[in-house]
């Protein structure tokens, strides 16, 4: 069997929970079929990977319109394919129109949704109806559509009424806890200017409204002051929502010390160093289907401070492995009272820091947890087998 992976992100080039899971779904089901890879950027040299840059008539157009006419030239190269399968709506329209040019099954997974990302429309503008638009196509389209959490299913149906529920199942992200796990070594520490003596909180995520860097910022005024907080974000959506965090952090700076924040794409050993290390792992997001990035916090022995939103539940068992954030949501995904979401954070934070060993004892929960149930060779089995289910 051939399956043509399509996405926006492959390494090196991945910002994102997305491109992770296709980086370790490519490898895993590689044992099973052979898989063809079909991104976005700069050339790759991995055997069976191809790059596509924007077409040489779109590069002044909207963001949005260059991301179709890549898509066009990905679904021209699935000729061959049995199964293409496509991952966000950067990739979705490669799949439909491959699915329907070449006669095959187009598998979707879901791992985010461009109605509950309405904070888009400063980033993309007119783009913003594209996006929607071939999600939706795709989606409607699709033989089968995977959803990364039961909360994603949920809103899979709910936002797309048209599509018949026993075309959703559910397989969830995975994490290579072989990869991610403790690294008791301190020189990633001290070349970041993170005193590894100190108590820190971490963020690890892209600055985006969907992350909810803005609310935990805001959270920290309350943090106990011998606690650093270490910022790996970068790659903003808009100068806005940059100049909002650069502000945030220079208030940070001037009533605190151990501000540290990395805006540069760290190495993943950097980043499994670092979350090793925090005694709090935070996710702020507003919005995440399942988010990847908590798992290998908790797969670092880190414990998690997460909303209670999406599919976050499904991996924090709150109490367990980590704390959870009530929040309650206006209709653009973000918090009625955003004041009481930052008490929130800052309540449970300052919980694990005045108890490490507490916080310690659900980070190696955590752990557990990572490894007993989300492995990504289970992960390719199931997804293998629902490819086998649409080709007879």
Known sequence: MRVDLLSREYPPEVYGGAGVHVEYLARELRAAADVRVRCFGAPRAEPGVRAYAVPDGLAGANAA?????????????????????????????????????????????????????????????????????????????????????????????????????????????????????????????ARHGIDPGRPYVVFVGRITRQKGLAHLLRAARSFPPDAQLVLCAGAPDTPEIAAEVTALVGELRDTRSGVVWISAMLPRPEVIQILTHATVFVCPSVYEPMGIVNLEAMACETAVVATATGGIPEVVADGETGLLVPIDQAADGEPRDPDRFAAGIAERVGALLAEPATAAELGRAGRRRAVEHFSWPAIAARTHKLYQSLTG
């Open 65 to 189: 319109l260059q991301v179709l006419g890549v898509d066009l030239e990905m679904a021209a190269a699935c000729a061959g394919a049995d199964v293409v399968h496509s991952h966000t709506w950067y990739a979705n329209l490669a799949g439909h129109v491959a699915g329907l040019l070449y006669g095959v099954p187009h598998v979707v997974t879901t791992h985010s949704l461009e109605p509950l990302r309405p904070w888009k429309a400063e980033q993309l503008g007119g783009g913003y109806a594209l996006s929607s638009w071939a999600e939706r196509t795709a989606l409607a389209g699709a033989d089968a559509v995977i959803a990364v959490s039961e909360g994603m299913r949920r809103d899979v149906l709910a936002c797309y009424r048209e599509i018949p529920e026993d075309r959703v199942s559910v397989i969830h992200n995975g994490i290579d806890t072989d990869e991610y796990a403790p690294d008791r070594g301190t020189e990633v520490l």
